[in-house]
């Protein structure tokens, strides 16, 4: 039991709509606005397609049998990698940090994600920092609904990549589909939504959690990206933080993996080909696990990749 090959869990969103289907998903909804393709969270725990432990959950499979994912010490699966689909803008939100989230949402993790843009449309932004020059100015931009000032919108392409920091004040924007790698949290506060209703009810808001933990001013993030050349692949290093290392890798032909890492989650963003003799397409997310030594890749494909150092 190497590959853990995985079902997505898709969820609907007021901002969602068709692009998931469009990128393959047969199984997403008219609203679907995120497909949690890895994911051991109790809000959408992945159930594995293959092997011995077909149609258990990916947490259940964390919990019993940790010599698969190195032996690492995290209580629960560290990371979550989603595809969204936003037809629509996603409220203007913040996550909080590892200490914040512990002592204000029970224990939780907190919430370091970033961003590849696998498409968008032409002339498409994200929101991505703010322009209040200290705290004082910012919880009076909040709290007057200075929004315009406030907001801070940047144009996007596709093969863009962003990391988002605890603290980042950020949002995606309509017309938008995009690859995202995070801890494993669903932590999030809203600070603006457009005074948009749901069910009759504007969505609720959380004002002060916000203001608590949106870092003032905003600090741009730079990483040098590195570019290495394999035998049959080309790896981008997109970012490597505390919590993940991301690369993106380029798969032309035959390559085979030294499996280094406790466990490696991979997602398919273009392309087909095969993995240890297993098919696959663009969709497919799947874990190689710490007791497979070496994985051959198959066939002509671009993959995102995360993992944890141990």
Request: glycine share 8%; aromatic share 10%.
């Amino acid at each position: 039991m190497e590959i853990l090959m995985l079902d997505p869990v898709f969820k609907e969103a007021i901002w969602g709509g068709k692009l998931l289907k469009e990128f393959g998903y047969e199984k997403a909804g008219k609203k679907a606005g995120e497909c949690w393709g890895i994911s051991a969270h109790k809000n959408g725990d992945c159930i594995i397609k293959n092997g011995e432990y077909k149609g258990k959950t990916l947490s259940w499979c964390y919990e019993n049998h940790r010599e698969l994912f190195g032996n690492i010490r995290e209580e629960v699966f560290p990371l979550l990698v989603k595809i969204l689909g936003a037809e629509d803008d996603l409220s203007i939100q913040v996550h909080p940090d590892d200490k914040y989230a512990a002592e204000h949402e029970n224990g939780a993790l907190g919430k370091t994600e970033c961003w590849y843009i696998l498409d968008c449309k032409e002339d498409a932004t994200i929101v991505i920092g703010h322009n209040a020059k200290d705290k004082e100015e910012l919880e009076d931009m909040i709290k007057n609904a200075r929004w315009k000032e406030l907001i801070r919108e940047i144009p996007i392409k596709k093969g863009d990549f962003f990391q988002i920091n605890p603290g980042c004040l950020h949002a995606i924007k309509g017309g938008t589909l995009l690859i995202e790698t995070q801890q494993s949290s669903d932590v999030t506060y809203r600070v603006y939504d457009y005074d948009r209703m749901q069910e009759g009810k504007p969505r609720e808001l959380h004002i002060q959690q916000s203001i608590d933990c949106i870092t003032a001013p905003h600090k741009e993030y730079e990483e040098k990206m590195i570019v290495k050349e394999y035998p049959g692949m080309t790896s981008q290093r997109l970012v490597q933080c505390p919590f993940y290392t991301l690369e993106k890798w380029n798969i032309d032909g035959s390559y085979c993996f030294k499996m280094e890492k406790p466990f490696v989650n991979v997602s398919i963003i273009e392309g087909q080909g095969k993995v240890q003799d297993i098919e696959l397409k663009k969709g497919d997310h799947f874990i190689i696990s710490a007791t497979l030594k070496e994985c051959l890749f198959e066939g002509h494909m671009t993959a995102v990749v995360s993992y944890c150092q141990k």
